[in-house]
């Protein structure tokens, strides 16, 4: 049966030395949708994020990724399908390794054709010249590296991009551009984003839906127009709001 649905997340649960991360997770996000996972520090939403890229072999429940179901280990069909964008582009890219390099890769390792093509048009799509094309990260600046790492994560033009903090270590100048380009290239390239962020305001504006996650439970779904006129149901969901930067009880008359 043919589905809409990019990703399917259903009773997804982590635990680590026997402590839950995630209880019993379950959403899904359409595709072409941007769906996005909030909570404090420590709730679980990079955890999901983790569990859907592999890098958490230990979960119990159901994984689809355009009707697929996952199991432990991910083929190099997943990696063309799925691609993730970390929350440190410093620390995400290889310092002795020059953009030409950290782009060419994943080309080279999947046989891609036209690679020299594929990476000055990766660049010029991010907002990138040829003049990046030999520099390495210590030449780059906060944006730039992140602009670089959103690239090399659509090299393998992948359906579906996971997204942690991907602003969060820039600059506040900064990060509207960033965003301002994720939210081009999904329209531009059909994407699907799954993102997660501590800051309400940044998710509000990049997702049409939004999962409001506390102590590894997603407690409430709400759209984001549900958030811009603060009118979620439940009241950690409210605490949140108010709490945050730009959502202060001050705004409410």
């Known amino acids: 049966m043919a589905t809409s649905e990019a990703l399917l997340v259903e009773g997804l649960t982590v635990a680590f030395d026997g402590s839950v991360a995630v209880d019993a997770a379950t959403f899904a996000v359409e595709e072409g949708a941007s769906f996005g996972l909030v909570g404090e520090s ?19 429940g159901r994984i689809e990724v355009m009707g697929h179901p996952l199991g432990r280990r991910r083929g190099a069909e997943f990696f063309r399908t799925v691609q993730m964008v970390f929350q440190d582009p410093y ?3 290889h310092p002795r390794h020059t ?11 999947h046989r891609f054709d036209r690679v020299e093509q594929r990476i000055e ?32 994560a659509l090299m393998l033009e992948p359906r579906i991009l ?6 969060s270590a820039l600059d506040v100048s900064v990060q509207a551009e960033v965003l301002n380009l994720l939210d081009r290239l999904r329209v ?11 800051n309400l305001a940044v998710v509000a504006h990049m997702c049409e839906r939004i999962a409001v996650m506390q102590g ?13 006129n603060l009118t979620p149901t439940n009241p950690y969901t409210r605490d949140l709001l108010v709490a945050s930067q730009g959502y202060s009880a001050g705004e409410e008359e």
């Open 121 to 152: 048009e990766a660049l010029e799509q991010v907002g990138l010249g040829p003049s990046f094309r030999f520099r390495y990260p210590h030449q780059l600046s906060g944006g730039q590296r992140q602009r670089v790492a959103i690239a090399r």
């Open 216 to 228: 590894g439970r997603i407690v409430e779904t709400l759209r984001a127009d549900a958030m811009r």
């Open 42 to 60: 420590g709730s679980g939403k990079s955890t999901i994020l983790r569990a859907i890229a592999g890098l958490v072999p230990d979960w119990s």
């Open 162 to 167: 996971l997204l942690d903090e991907p602003t």
């Open 91 to 93: 620390g995400s890219l």
């Open 99 to 109: 953009v030409d390099r950290t782009l060419s890769e994943p080309l080279l390792l």
């Open 188 to 198: 531009d390239r059909g994407l699907t984003y799954l993102l997660v962020s501590h």
